[in-house]
């Protein structure tokens, strides 16, 4: 079976301040990578706006209303020092948690072996009820509660390794004894959260965080230690990654020093974990990662390493 990727000519048009980190050139870049050669055994799909109901999965009624009353018609929007919504911004959002869920719809019923959701705004810093950290829907829980919902999975487990805690990921889990959120950070950094103390009511989550200076041996210590045998033990029906590349030695808003190849060493982890446990089922969903080649770079690797599994 093949690698699906889903993405929508929609993101690039989420605007952001000039100057801003999170800007269209990141799909851009993605995209333009994407096309080349190597890549043309992908399987590709649109991303389709998410249903109202798989929202809520993770986020309150008022709060969804909030953001479709809020979202400007023309100029831009400023929800938080770090957090716009343009003219664009709502249907980028809503695609980018439809694109997540038809992934999951895509690899649960076995059309594909995984899935790769290049999108933006990003999600897993969006709480229940609060956008913030460039993000509005929570896409990976979004999309964990809907394959337990949709497809009746038992368990579902969330890698995120992004340079700055989920937070929100953290925050709509904490009391789901159902869904694992482990996760890799730089601490202490953006948004402050992700203390190894920090573990659910139910210990289901499992925070690793790096120190500034920190890079692969360090990273890599972190899964082999800490996050792969707590899912191991967890034994999940599917692996969602929230995949943020900001953890590269080129990005500009964090100090930890990872390499294109230690991104591509993590998916191939978590890929033998999901071969043990979930029948392969790996479904990965773009976060963050704020230099334009070290995005490039760690995405190829990423995606190359999804489809050798296929």
Avoid at 1 to 30: A, I, K, Q
Avoid at 40 to 62: K, M, N, W, Y
Avoid at 89 to 114: I, P, Q
Avoid at 203 to 231: K, Q, S
């Amino acid at each position: 079976m093949s690698t699906l990727y889903v993405t929508h000519p929609c993101f690039v048009r989420h605007l952001t301040p000039p100057g801003h980190p999170e800007r269209p050139d990141r799909m851009r870049v993605v995209e333009r990578i994407l096309e080349h050669e190597r890549f043309q055994p992908l399987e590709r799909e649109s991303a389709p706006v998410a249903d109202t109901a798989d929202l809520l999965l993770a986020h309150p009624e008022h709060y969804v209303k909030a953001l479709e009353d809020a979202a400007p018609e023309e100029g831009m929007l400023q929800l938080d020092n770090d957090t716009t919504m343009s003219p664009g911004t709502l249907e980028a959002a809503l695609r980018a948690a439809g694109g997540a869920v038809l992934a999951v719809d895509e690899v649960v019923t076995r059309k594909v072996r995984n899935a790769f959701v290049g999108a933006r705004p990003p999600g897993h810093h969006a709480e229940k009820a609060n956008a913030m950290g460039f993000c509005f829907f929570n896409n990976a829980a979004v999309a964990a509660r809907h394959a337990r919902k949709a497809h009746g999975l038992d368990r579902v487990a969330i890698v995120d390794w992004d340079v700055h805690h989920g937070n929100g990921t953290q925050d709509i889990l904490w009391d789901d004894p159902n869904i694992m959120y482990c996760s890799t950070h730089e601490m202490p950094l953006y948004p402050g959260t992700g203390a190894a103390n920090e573990r659910g009511e139910h210990d289901t989550i499992v925070n690793v965080p790096l120190r500034a200076g920190d890079g692969g041996p360090e990273f890599r210590e972190a899964f082999e230690v800490a996050i792969l045998p707590r899912i191991e033990t967890f034994r999940p029906d599917l692996i969602i990654i929230s995949a943020g590349f900001d953890a590269h030695v080129r990005d500009p808003l964090a100090n930890i020093n990872l390499l294109e190849a230690d991104f591509g060493w993590a998916t191939a982890k978590l890929m033998d974990l999901a071969d043990q446990f979930a029948d392969g089922r790996v479904v990965s969903l773009m976060e963050g990662g704020y230099d334009l080649e070290g995005l490039a770079r760690s995405v190829a690797a990423h995606v190359m390493t999804l489809m050798r599994g296929t």
